[in-house]
């Protein structure tokens, strides 16, 4: 069986990004409950008045869609989806 769950949250995250030819272009490590997680993809990106979108893998599977609010430069975590359970034989 290869299930995954979605779960909608609203979590402050701390949040380390890459800054190329502009600022704050991408997220790279997520740290949320002593935890840091480096990102392996930046799926998906998308803007909404004052905030700034984004879907990213991690190593372990695990998908997060991470907000920005951009005047107050607040990281959230909004949803993540769980990786994917292999499936037993």
């Known amino acids: ?13 701390q949040v380390e990004i890459y800054s190329g030819y502009k ?18 993809e930046v799926e998906d990106r998308w803007y909404s008045p004052g905030a700034t ?6 190593a372990n599977g695990e998908r997060f869609v991470l907000r920005r609010i951009e005047a107050q430069d607040v990281w959230s975590l909004e949803a993540y989806r769980s990786a994917p359970l292999a499936a037993s034989h």
Do not use: C, I, Y
């Open 1 to 13: 069986m290869n299930t995954s769950m979605s779960h909608s949250v609203e979590k402050r995250v």
């Open 23 to 40: 600022a704050d272009e991408r997220p790279v490590r997520v740290t949320m409950g002593g935890q840091t997680l480096e990102v392996v």
């Open 53 to 58: 979108f984004f879907r990213v893998r991690f």
